[in-house]
T-cell receptor, first 113, second 113 residues
Framework: KAGVTQTPRYLIKTRGQQVTLSCSPISGHRSVSWYQQTPGQGLQFLFEYFSETQRNKGNFPGRFSGRQFSNSRSEMNVSTLELGDSALYLC????????????FGQGTRLTVV | DQQVKQNSPSLSVQEGRISILNCDYTNSMFDYFLWYKKYPAEGPTFLISISSIKDKNEDGRFTVFLNKSAKHLSLHIVPSQPGDSAVYFCAAIPTSGTYKYIFGTGTRLKVLA
């Protein structure tokens, strides 16, 4: 059974640009969550999607957005990139929103220069 | 405000001895706690969890203890092995609110051979 797949693995962008990251959950999983990991801040919750609907949202500015498709694949978008957006972005999938164990992908390392 | 805290950024333990990783939380409205392990360049992997109605859960070499009155949980690894060297994150799931997981900042465990 394939795990959670995130693409691309690495990305370098310039300030002011926008970026789209992709996440394919484990087959059969319908819930996808996104997290940002920065040094000293741990993993911070961005948002969760279930059945193409955003169910939960963390405390991030509106520049961060996401969506989920009918096949449960999810994308997150960051517009008007800032240097502070440089981080590891992790996607996690779980069977549904009540399932407490989530499986993480390897992440996308975004560097903003 | 960090609701889940791991106050020790790093810990070194001799192989075969016990590793104890600690986690404190400030919000009494968490009803589930988890530990994840993360190797460099990989996503976090689920290790063990505990419901707030329990005070102990054991899985092989890993035991999690929950002290609700002290708002403290700990992960014990016995015996520690070099392959356990990784960053360990504790996470909490609130009973309500907009957050899926609230993670601590992580503790880097190094098991010395």
């Amino acid at each position: 059974k394939a795990g959670v797949t995130q693409t691309p693995r690495y990305l370098i962008k310039t300030r002011g640009q926008q970026v789209t990251l992709s996440c394919s959950p484990i087959s059969g999983h319908r819930s996808v969550s996104w997290y940002q990991q920065t040094p000293g801040q741990g993993l911070q919750f961005l948002f969760e999607y279930f059945s193409e609907t955003q169910r939960n949202k963390g405390n991030f500015p509106g520049r961060f957005s996401g969506r989920q498709f009918s096949n449960s694949r999810s994308e997150m978008n960051v517009s008007t990139l800032e240097l502070g957006d440089s981080a590891l972005y992790l996607c996690a999938s779980s069977y549904d929103t009540q399932n407490t164990e989530a499986f993480f992908g390897q992440g996308t390392r975004l560097t903003v220069v | 405000d960090q609701q889940v805290k791991q106050n020790s950024p790093s810990l070194s333990v001799q192989e075969g001895r016990i590793s104890i990783l600690n986690c404190d939380y400030t919000n009494s409205m968490f009803d589930y706690f988890l530990w994840y392990k993360k190797y460099p360049a990989e996503g976090p992997t689920f290790l063990i969890s505990i419901s707030s109605i329990k005070d102990k859960n054991e899985d092989g070499r890993f035991t999690v203890f929950l002290n609700k009155s002290a708002k403290h949980l700990s992960l014990h690894i016995v015996p520690s092995q070099p392959g356990d060297s990784a960053v360990y994150f504790c996470a909490a799931i609130p009973t309500s609110g907009t957050y899926k997981y609230i993670f601590g900042t992580g503790t880097r465990l190094k098991v010395l051979a």
